[in-house]
């Protein structure tokens, strides 16, 4: 891949120099996907209006910018299939057709996760049904788009904070091998995909030993794992950036990829960390969790980007274990952060702001190249 890479980064090149030599007169834009082609591919997620099109100031910096795409919810099994039996593939087929049409890559995200179930698996309480639901939908929908993804989120977020099982009704009705299950059913019904295992917080030390304690045992069952996903919904001033490295060394180390799956620094106030989306925070009619509706102080601003450079130096570090970095989102007023865990709030989480204009943090993150 890395090879392929070097190739295509020397057609790439008199893009790229073009962009520099054009800076002097009228500075055009640096593109992600080039300056970072030799190192890991640049990706975004994309709501179901991206997706349909229906975006267009999106859709330009989209196509310029970003070469691996992630849909924000529409590959989730609520929507893949919204009846039991009926599956509906309108929008994922539209995403992988948008990128095969424009020469980018599509994760699919999520085949097996407790979150956004439709309701109906929601209320099984018998073992055999849920086993019906969970092989028929990975079969089903691993083999529809094998060739068309790039690699799956096989599971997602099996883990509690302390590294043991979460008890979700995979894993109650299931019982824990239900994540070996999870990978062996999508080998073999997308044999053309990589199989990741994605989750938040799983750079913490505990977790992350969880993670590693599951990694092991689908590898010791004999089936195929390509990936590890650190999804790194991160807090402005407070990136575990040592964690970080150490989760890069010790995930690598298991011979798999590792990836950076939904990017974003969150910068407004939070009482904890990480993506439990079950978790709120009290008190939201208070003002002072809502700070910047008038806009971003400078003084935020360049903490912001101070620490996205940070991170991308440290993902620089590690180029060679490190396979793609998504980011959760286009711009600042797509963010899932505007609503969660405080609903109506105006959060700066991304490249990108509400204009869909590059953010101090995004020519930090590009100034990472050149230093
Ligand atoms: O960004 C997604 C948001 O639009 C949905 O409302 C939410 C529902 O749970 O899921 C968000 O995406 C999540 C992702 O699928 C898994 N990791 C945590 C993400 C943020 O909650």
Redo the contacts with the bound molecule.
């Keep these: 891949m890395k090879i392929t890479r070097f190739y295509l980064s020397i057609i790439a090149l008199p893009a790229i120099l073009n962009c520099t030599a054009q800076k002097k007169v009228a500075p055009l834009l640096p593109v992600l996907k080039d300056v970072f082609w030799n190192d890991f591919s640049v990706g975004t ?1 994309l ?1 179901a209006l991206q997706i349909e099109g229906r975006d267009h100031k999106a859709d330009s910096l989209v196509k310029k910018q970003f070469n691996v795409l992630t849909p ?2 529409s590959m ?1 099994s609520m929507f893949l299939q919204p009846e039991w039996g009926k599956f509906d593939f309108r929008i994922g087929d539209r995403l992988t057709d948008y990128a095969a049409k424009n020469n980018m890559q599509v994760v699919g ?2 085949l097996i ?1 407790h ?2 179930l439709p309701a109906y698996a929601q209320t099984i309480r018998s073992k055999d049904s849920l086993q019906a639901f969970f092989n028929n939908h990975i079969r089903t929908v691993a083999a529809h788009y094998d060739k068309k993804v790039l690699g799956w989120d096989v599971v ?2 099996a883990l509690n904070e302390d590294g043991t099982m979460r008890p979700s009704i995979f894993q109650r009705l299931l019982g824990d091998d239900f994540v070996t299950e999870a990978f062996r059913l999508a080998q073999e019904a997308s044999p053309n995909s990589e199989l990741y295992y ?1 989750d ?1 917080n799983n750079e913490q030390p505990a977790k992350r030993a969880g993670a590693i304690r599951l990694i092991k045992k689908i590898q010791g069952a004999g089936v195929r794992i390509d990936g590890v996903g650190i ?1 790194g ?1 991160w807090h402005i001033g407070k990136v575990p950036f040592d964690d970080i490295e150490k989760s890069i060394l010790e995930y690598s180390a298991l011979g798999i990829k590792v990836m950076f799956t ?1 990017l974003d620094i969150e910068v407004l106030p939070r009482n904890f960390t990480g ?1 439990e ?1 079950n978790q709120r925070m009290r008190n939201t009619n208070d003002t002072a969790l809502n700070p910047y509706t008038a806009g971003l102080p400078d003084s935020v601003q360049k903490q912001l980007a101070d620490d996205y450079a940070q991170l991308f130096r440290l993902f620089l570090k590690h180029r060679d274990k490190i396979s793609r970095i998504t980011f ?2 286009v711009n600042d007023g797509q963010s ?1 952060l505007n ?2 865990p405080v609903p109506g709030r105006t959060n700066y989480p991304l490249l990108f702001d509400r204009n869909y204009q590059p953010k101090p943090a995004y020519y930090a993150v590009i100034a990472t190249k050149q230093q």
């Design positions: 997620a709501s924000e919810n989730k995200h999520t996760w979150s956004q997602n977020e994605n938040y999804q919904h939904e993506a989306v959760w989102g899932w609503g969660w």
